[in-house]
Nanobody
Framework: QVQLVESGGGSVQAGGSLRLSCAAS????????LAWFRQGPGKEREKVAS????????YYVDSVKGRFTISQDNGKNTLYLQMNSLKPEDTAIYSC??????????????????WGQGTQVTVSS
């Protein structure tokens, strides 16, 4: 059974940093689309960043470019999101997700079939 488990969320002041981790178990992907999504209070879910594990095609939503970095450790089957210069508007539940197989630009939200339970990130001003 595939499981994605996030960790690393918490509360920080504006300008601070957090590093989220997403540990995958139950499968080993040779090539896959992995992503971080977030849903803030009263907002729709949005994709924050994604990575094609084989081609290293990386996407960031405009609002986090230059501040967030998505990365992977294939040996540990773990996905990371380094978040720097955090802003109050980054407050959200962050979830990792995976296609399960495939790659490319990883742009289809419907193809993310594996999801973690989410971790809360709260940024205070």
């Amino acid at each position: 059974q595939v499981q994605l488990v996030e960790s690393g969320g918490g509360s920080v002041q504006a300008g601070g940093s957090l590093r989220l981790s997403c540990a995958a178990s139950g499968y080993r992907y040779s090539r896959d689309c992995l992503a971080w999504f977030r849903q803030g209070p009263g907002k729709e879910r949005e994709k924050v960043a994604s990575i094609d594990t084989g081609g290293n095609i990386i996407y960031y939503v405009d609002s986090v470019k230059g501040r967030f970095t998505i990365s992977q450790d294939n040996g540990k089957n773990t996905l990371y999101l380094q978040m720097n210069s955090l802003k109050p508007e980054d407050t959200a539940i962050y979830s990792c997700a995976a296609y399960g197989s495939g790659g490319g630009y990883c742009s289809s939200t419907q193809k993310y079939i594996y999801w973690g339970q989410g971790t809360q990130v709260t940024v205070s001003s």
